[in-house]
């Protein structure tokens, strides 16, 4: 799909973040932001590890541990994905590759709930 593509995408996620639940738990500039999920995403689809060449080690538990998750919120993110995915060819992904990566976002994302429902 490209690295192009990949940015575009995160950029979809983060608007889709943008009008939900945990918003207020992401800066002001949610463009600027999908950056960094984009630079993790284009290493993990076997492109350059941008997001290590830009912010350093992955530690994606530990970049979230300063951020109040429960099974709630993963929810809520998850949500926000999974209806970007909803239209995979505006980013050209390949739809083979589509239910290997929302088996990975499922259960990525249950790694980074570090707080016990409120
Ligand atoms: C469980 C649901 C998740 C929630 C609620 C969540 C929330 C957040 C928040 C609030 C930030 C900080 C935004 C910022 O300051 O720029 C962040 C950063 C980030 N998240 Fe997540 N996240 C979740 C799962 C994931 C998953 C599964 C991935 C990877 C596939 C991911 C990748 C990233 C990356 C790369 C960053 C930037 C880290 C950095 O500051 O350097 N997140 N996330």
Known sequence: MG????FRMCEGFYAELETSAV???FPQDMKEASKKI???LVGLFGGPPLFQELYGAPQMRARHLGFAIDEAARQTWLNC???T???PDK???PSEYLPGFIRFIDEFS???VNR???
């Open 38 to 40: 984009a630079a993790f």
């Open 23 to 25: 918003r207020h738990m």
């Open 81 to 83: 994905f999974k209806k």
């Open 3 to 6: 690295e192009a593509n990949i």
């Open 116 to 118: 016990k429902p409120a």
């Open 110 to 112: 249950a790694w980074m």
């Open 85 to 87: 995915l909803e239209h």
């Open 91 to 93: 980013y050209n992904f």
